[in-house]
């Protein structure tokens, strides 16, 4: 079976302008989290998604957003964007609810510069 | 006050030698997970805990509930295991909720020939 893809690898853009990254989960996975990791907070959970509904959302602003469509793709986006949203963008599936304990497996991830 | 802790934050140590990671985490937790992330950013999930120990090739990971503790072992290590190991925890609902994992900052392993 092939892996978690994410789409871009790589991305920079400017303040303000914003952004949407793409994850294709391993086929027949219902379940996609998405995680942001940065040099000072290290990995903190963003959300995740599941059957095409946000079951459970970490602790970032609004402009952080996401959605999943009915073939599991998951798409994450980060509008009016700041330095601090430099960070790489890590996304995981699962067969079901990454929150009762099942494995994850990751994608390579996104590397988003904000200039 | 991060609710994982791991230690040590780095370790560098010979080809061959018996590698121990430790984690603590501070609440209730559901399940804690152990994960390897290898430079240019790709992790792989190593191990879900919810008890006792599990064992894989060269790797052995063990948690105490009660004692809050999980260790990560590595045996006979080798160059290929260096890497950042990442210790992940989904909290209960009585530790807060399952929103999520809960992650370490990491051990940062070398292993030199």
């Known amino acids: 079976k092939a892996g978690v893809t994410q789409t871009p690898r790589y991305l920079i853009k400017t303040r303000g302008q914003q952004v949407t990254l793409s994850c294709s989960p391993i086929?027949?996975?219902?379940?996609v989290s998405w995680y942001q990791q940065t040099p000072g907070q290290g990995l903190q959970f963003l959300f995740e998604?599941?059957?095409?509904?946000?079951?459970n959302k970490g602790n970032f602003p609004g402009r952080f957003s996401g959605r999943q469509f009915s073939n599991s793709r998951s798409e994450m986006n980060v509008s009016t964007l700041e330095l601090g949203d430099s960070a790489l963008y890590l996304c995981?599936?699962?067969?079901?609810?990454?929150?009762?304990?099942?494995?994850?497996?990751f994608g390579p991830g996104t590397r988003l510069l904000v200039l | 006050k991060n609710e994982v802790e791991q230690s040590p934050q780095n370790l560098t140590a010979q080809e061959g030698e018996f590698i121990t990671i430790n984690c603590s985490y501070s609440?209730?937790?559901?399940?804690l997970h152990w994960l390897q992330q290898h430079p240019g950013g790709g992790i792989v999930s190593l191990f879900m805990?919810?008890?006792g120990k599990k064992k894989h090739g060269r790797l052995i990971a063990t948690i105490n509930i009660q004692e809050k503790h999980s260790s990560l072992h590595i045996t006979a290590s080798h160059p290929r295991d260096s890497a950042v190991y990442i210790c992940?925890?989904?909290?209960?609902?009585?530790?807060?909720?399952?929103?999520?994992?809960?992650f370490g900052k990491g051990t940062h392993l070398i292993i030199q020939p």
């Open positions: 995981a599936s699962s067969l079901l609810l990454a929150g009762v304990g099942e494995t994850q497996y």
């Open positions: 998604y599941f059957s095409e509904t946000q079951r």
């Open positions: 086929s027949g996975h219902r379940s």
């Open positions: 805990l919810s008890s």
């Open positions: 609440v209730g937790i559901s399940a």
């Open positions: 992940a925890v989904l909290l209960s609902e009585s530790g807060g909720g399952a929103d999520g994992l809960t």
